[in-house]
């Protein structure tokens, strides 16, 4: 995976034991599908740089993430960047 597939979010401590809920916002394409697809949000080595949210598109086109945003769990307003088709 690509750094920009990857965001590592070095900031990321979500309380053990709880409910994990996060919510992703932005422009929709409609012929695009961005889902999560792993977290890792307590890894063994209990370093946070470890942790991160990964981001797959599934659609056939470009999706550009700018002003997409968590907001429950994670407080993170996405940058410029594209994630690739299947990327």
Do not use: C
Request: cysteine-free.
């Amino acid at each position: 995976m690509t750094p920009d597939v990857i965001m590592n979010l070095s900031f990321l401590r979500l309380l053990g034991g709880g409910v994990l809920a996060l919510a992703l916002f932005g422009r929709w394409n409609s012929s695009a599908s961005v889902l999560i697809n792993e977290i890792m949000y307590h890894p063994s080595s209990e370093d946070i740089r470890e942790e991160y949210i990964e981001l797959l598109n599934t659609g056939a086109t470009n999706v550009n993430l700018t002003g997409w945003r968590f907001s429950k769990g994670v407080q993170f307003l996405f940058p410029n960047v594209t994630l690739p088709a299947g990327g």
